[in-house]
């Protein structure tokens, strides 16, 4: 799910859509925008520029590879009788986590492995502090947005099993 996310909605193409439905800075839709635009992939470094396109990219990727890693191991930290909370609190958290680490290093790679010409509409060099915090706040609130939705689902699959064995009922005997 969280592949065929990243895959489908943070492609250029629908991007391009999408920033005209949800251009109106103060709108209602600002949640709905982060949630759309963080993971974020760029195919023409031409088109974007280089800072972007390594940052943006280098972020969907650390974001995926995170993410992935760890829901695939949250059923097992997760003990069976913690119920389906515990799995959705994890799943919140773990992808909070995932997305708020891949933007700061992303940020960081980009800042450091770039020159600061090409950050420049991005990254003001002596604005540093805001650039990670809006990093960190804008991961965060992706991470909590996304990961409330994944938790919803994940734990809503612990609840309800589609292959859970029931007990065969026997027919009544007519004696």
């Excluded at 396109?53 to 069976?80: D, I, K, P, Q, Y």
């Excluded at 509409?121 to 915090?133: H, I, K, M, N």
């Amino acid at each position: 799910m969280l592949v065929g996310f990243v895959l489908l909605v943070g492609n250029p193409w629908t991007y391009q859509e999408l920033a005209v439905a949800l251009s109106d800075p103060d709108s209602a839709f600002r949640v709905l925008d982060v949630m759309l635009t963080y993971p974020r992939w760029h195919v023409d470094v031409d088109r974007v520029g280089p800072f972007l396109f390594w940052f943006a990219n280098l972020r969907t990727v650390l974001f995926v590879l995170l993410a992935v890693a760890g829901l695939s191991r949250v059923s097992r930290w997760v003990n069976e009788a913690a119920g389906g909370v515990a799995l959705f609190v994890a799943t919140v958290g773990l992808t909070t986590l995932s997305a708020s680490i891949a933007g700061l290093v992303s940020g960081m790679v980009g800042v450091v492995l770039l020159d600061a010409g090409a950050a420049l509409p991005y990254y003001v060099p002596d604005q540093a502090e805001d650039f990670f915090l809006s990093q960190l706040g804008t991961s965060a609130m992706f991470g909590v947005l996304f990961g409330s939705v994944l938790g919803a689902v994940v734990a809503n699959q612990r609840r309800n099993p589609a292959n859970r064995e029931r007990p065969a009922r026997a027919p009544k005997s007519l004696w």
